[in-house]
């Protein structure tokens, strides 16, 4: 089971200041806590506000547990640098084109396209509009991968995408060619983020 989060940064740090304590201290922390099996923390390098600065995924084989009167360790050390403001999402991720994911150390540069579904189009039907751009986006841009996510709020909450299109590119990729998307897909922004990911090694030592 994916889930991403939406952070921001407490109002005191720099955006350098809030990645420093996020690789760091915090990522390893939970890692060694967390039952993840895959981690990885999405960077914000532009626009430089979008209102979050890291976009978070990991992967659990059980949900998410439900708010607790006591906190885990890793809970009460994210409260020294993330901001209250915090948005959950689960996902499904599909790879629509090229290689597979595997571990990324990082820093690898990643262009997040955060979609929205105009209300008068179906969920499926919105889906498979998406697909097919992602699949057009991949053969027009020099990318490594496309995926995609779809995402659907946690219960009571909210979240700025109904999908992500996620293009993983080379270095001869020119952010400026992928042009408009379908008048059937609502683009909110197109985010450059930068990937860490914690070897899976660290998280099977932790488990």
Known sequence: MKTIALFRRRPHLTRDQFREYYEGTHAPLAARHAPFKKYTRNHLVSPDEVGFDALT????????????????????????????????????????????????????????????????????????????????????????RVTLDIVHPFPGGTFPADAIVSLWPNERFDDNSLGAAPAVIALAGIVTLEVYETPSAMLNAAQ
């Open 57 to 144: 995924e990991f992967w659990r084989d059980t949900p998410v547990p439900g708010p607790s009167p006591v906190k885990s360790a890793t809970q009460l050390d994210g409260d020294r640098f993330i901001d209250d403001h915090r948005l959950y999402a689960s996902a499904e991720e599909r790879l629509i084109a090229g290689a597979p994911r595997e571990v990324e150390p990082g820093p690898v540069r990643r262009y997040a396209l955060m979609l929205t579904r105009p209300p008068e189009i179906a969920e499926a039907a919105f889906i498979t509009f998406v697909n097919n751009w992602a699949l057009r986006l991949f053969a027009g841009n020099s990318l490594t």
